[in-house]
């Protein structure tokens, strides 16, 4: 019986010629990755133990970007444990303040994780990294602590389901309408502790920032990992970023999938997931008029420079409603950069949008944008589980970076292309 | 073979964000994190859960965040077992990973209601329903997962671990 893209890569760095689905394995790991939230608790583990060096160093990377710039006192200590252990291990791959960004599209980025790698991540969107072709999955933090002793992790072998994905994309719908559309699909443990597989000549037509952006919400639906094959644009994408060449793993002809889903891209509409799941996907025509308080863009979902163009696109000498709150967060100072150089942070300003510095705050309540009870924000994160923004009475609404410019035009949840008025320029 | 505790039931997908919500995560404390402990969900969880106590759920318990505050919490306030219909795949290997055992039995569910007073044998895979005199049974614990919690989880595991 064949193997899975996913299955091929773990029986690999298990050292397997062949793994079933449900197997219990130790793979090597090429990445351990840790936050400002979790890595503490993995240090404190660590530092039990009698080991005085991790594993590699070169292949740990500890980013503070969940409550950074420091929110407060206590915030303060785990950044600051997490950068004196950072020093006296000698990691190569910490990023303080000003070279950091929300480590989901950061690691990418600065080239740490290629196709074909095992990574592991103290935090639930590291299935992110699928879009490269790699195997990576969320652990704990206790995983990690473990990963950064022996540099393997334990894993159940995921039996997998397939989606085909054919056509292309309409105007003004993007990568975050995909996941949605699929969570509403199958619901938020429809892919548990299996692999969401994307195959199809419709990837061919999604830009890396759409892959990334749907490998990112695999978890939401309950998936171990999400991954996509490797073509040319990821190649180009890894070769412009990355310093290793990194492995093409295919799935086998006869690979087995619990079930196959086709998706048509062309048929897929705008879709919001209402509160207070991921799963409660709408479109356009399904609900009334709903009144938005606060809009956020960014985060490891859609915090990278394709998303913010596409909301600039909309934004651009307009007015944000009267009374309602614009927050853009470009996910690292990369982005940020090439934002401000191509006028794109201009256009949010000009707008009445206040842009952060990178930092994953408002998205999980943390700071920068939190919610008051009975408030209603409009988001392009990847939660909208109670109090996810902050008060337990308060709501999310997720959607592309697309419709929330829209909506912080209109004020309330609104359709890009009503707005752009058919203009598809 | 735990002992007799009181059960803690709740619905669906109960997330890590109510389990333990976002604004305490700047503490790694365990007493701090235990006594916020289900507090967007059941306020009153944390003053009322003793030792022994059992949480009961149903789909997809544990769903979100990669937070090892959420099993560590629940750890923490001293419950032996965690019952769920099903479990999201994060919060599982945490709880195997911190020494929480915790099982899949839908028909537990159905049959215990909260208040009820349960035993637990993990090894057999048995839940007996002390109130209603009833037993469930389920999935022995993986060999593999059971020599984790038996060795107090993954950390102490690797302590014996000579590379595999
Ligand atoms: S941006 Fe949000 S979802 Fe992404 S890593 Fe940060 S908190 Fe998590």
């Known amino acids: ?425 | 073979m735990n002992k007799a505790g009181r059960v803690f039931k709740y619905g669906d997908n109960v997330d890590t964000d109510v389990i333990i919500p976002a604004r305490y995560l700047n503490t790694t404390d365990h007493k701090e994190l235990a006594s916020h402990c289900m507090e967007d969900l059941d306020e009153s969880f944390a003053r009322e859960v003793a030792p022994g106590d059992y949480i009961l759920a149903g789909s997809n318990f544990g769903s979100g965040s990669s937070r090892e505050h959420a099993p560590i919490a629940i750890k923490e306030s001293g419950v032996a077992v965690v019952i769920a219909r099903s479990f999201a795949r994060i919060f599982y290997r945490n709880a195997i990973n911190i020494g929480l055992p915790i099982m899949e039995c839908p028909e537990a569910y159905e049959g215990i209601e909260a208040e009820d007073r349960i035993r637990v044998d993990l090894t057999q895979g048995t839940i007996t329903n002390l109130t209603k005199g009833e037993v469930y049974q389920t999935h022995p614990f993986p060999e593999f997962m059971q020599a984790l919690i038996e060795a107090g989880g993954l950390m102490a595991y690797i302590k014996t671990w000579e590379g595999k």
Request: net charge negative.
């Open chain 1, 1 to 425: 019986m064949g193997m899975t893209m996913t299955q091929k890569i773990l029986a690999a760095h298990a050292g397997l010629e062949a793994v079933t689905a449900g197997q219990l394995i130790w793979a090597d790991l090429d990445m351990v990755l840790g936050n400002d939230i979790t890595a503490p608790v993995a240090i404190e583990a660590f530092e039990k133990t009698r080991h005085k060096e991790v594993f590699d160093r070169d292949k740990i990377a500890l980013v503070p970007d969940h409550f950074t710039p420091n929110k407060d006192i206590k915030a303060a200590e785990n950044s600051l444990k997490l950068r004196n252990f950072a020093r006296q291990q000698a990691i190569t791959n910490y990023f303080e303040l000003g070279e950091m960004g929300i480590e989901h599209a950061l690691l990418p980025e600065k080239g740490l994780v290629v196709a074909g790698d095992v990574v592991i991540g103290a935090d639930s969107h590291t299935c992110t990294y699928g879009a490269l072709g790699a195997f990576s999955t969320g652990i704990g933090s206790t995983d990690m602590a473990a990963g950064m002793v022996t540099g393997k992790c334990w894993f159940r072998v995921p039996s997998a389901l397939r989606f085909n994905l054919t056509g292309r994309l309409k105007d003004f719908v993007s990568g975050k309408d995909v996941i949605l559309h699929i969570i509403k699909l199958i619901g938020v443990e429809g892919a548990r502790y299996q692999s969401m597989e994307f195959t199809g000549e419709g990837i061919g037509n999604l830009s890396m920032d759409d892959r990334f952006t749907i490998a990112n919400m695999a978890i939401e639906a309950g998936a171990k990992n999400g991954i996509f094959p490797v073509d040319g644009l990821t190649r180009a994408y890894i070769r412009d970023h990355g310093s290793r060449a990194g492995k093409v793993y295919e799935a086998d002809g006869d690979a087995l999938y619990e079930a196959v889903h086709e998706i048509v891209l062309d048929d897929i509409e705008p879709t919001i997931a209402f509160p207070h799941l991921p799963d409660k996907g709408r479109v356009f025509g399904e609900f009334g008029e709903i009144a938005i308080d606060q809009v956020v863009i960014g985060s490891c979902t859609n915090g990278r420079l394709g998303d913010l163009r596409a909301a600039a696109r909309i934004l651009k000498g307009r007015k944000i409603a009267r009374g309602l709150r614009l927050i853009v967060f470009p996910a690292t100072q990369k982005i940020y950069l090439d934002a401000m150089k191509e006028g794109l942070l201009e256009i949010f300003i000009e707008a009445g949008a206040v842009v952060s510095t990178p930092t994953c705050g408002p998205c999980l309540g943390g700071h920068m944008g939190v919610l008051a009870k009975g408030e209603r924000a409009l988001a392009t994160t990847n939660r909208n589980f109670v109090g996810r923004m902050g008060h337990p009475e308060s709501e999310v609404y997720l959607a592309s970076p697309e419709v929330a410019a829209a909506t912080a035009l209109a004020g309330v949840i609104a359709d890009p292309r009503k707005i752009m008025g058919g203009s598809h320029e």
